[in-house]
């Protein structure tokens, strides 16, 4: 197989896993006093990380299976009962299998994919990053290359207006997360 055709195949694959699901709708919603707004505008890792640090805000911590659960109901909501990769804010990017939330939170609770974290696949060695994945093995997370595309959830240590549409309410609070 030639040079250029295999990168045309791995773009095509990359592209059909960001899409998993019929284009995700933006939703929100909020939990235990912290906003939640998944953003259907599938992005790298990296990315999704700045615009949610620029929304004063920071990709999905899940620290307990409450809110595990809370946040597979968000991303049914809005794919209409269907699934899409969504970005977690984990990653072992400092020290490879020491795995860190973006907030500086502990990971005290996890739930992995049978056999993951597997730092494998096409990008053996560089699956520093972690999304929410959807296999026969049901929901569950995956360690991944920051390159992939996916939807992302920013997290708020406050709740949002889920009224409206478009972007949050703007609301700045100082309470901070409890967890």
């Known amino acids: 197989m030639n040079k250029k055709l295999f990168v045309m195949f791995l773009v095509l694959g990359i592209g059909i896993t960001a899409t998993r699901a019929d284009k995700p709708v933006y939703t929100k919603g909020n939990f235990n006093g912290h906003g939640y707004e998944l953003v259907a505008d599938p992005a790298p890792w ?9 929304n004063d805000g920071y990709l999905v911590v899940i620290t307990t299976p409450e809110e595990n659960e ?12 269907e699934f899409a990769d969504v970005w977690l804010g984990l990653t072992d990017e400092k020290k490879e299998g020491e795995w860190r939330w ?23 060695g560089s699956e520093n990053c972690v999304h929410l ?14 390159d992939g595309r996916f939807v992302y959830i920013i997290e708020y240590d406050h709740e949002i ?3 409206g549409v478009g972007k ?8 901070r997360s409890t967890r």
């Open 70 to 81: 809370y946040v597979m109901e968000l991303i049914k909501k809005s794919t209409k009962g």
């Open 168 to 175: 949050t309410s703007g609301i700045k609070s100082t309470l």
């Open 133 to 146: 994945q959807h296999s026969q093995a049901g929901f569950g997370w995956n360690d991944y290359s920051g």
């Open 161 to 163: 207006d889920c009224d």
């Open 46 to 54: 990296h990315v999704a990380k700045k615009k949610a640090d620029k």
């Open 102 to 124: 973006v907030n500086g939170e502990k990971m005290t609770f996890n739930k992995w994919q049978p056999n993951q974290p597997d730092n494998a696949g096409y990008w053996a």
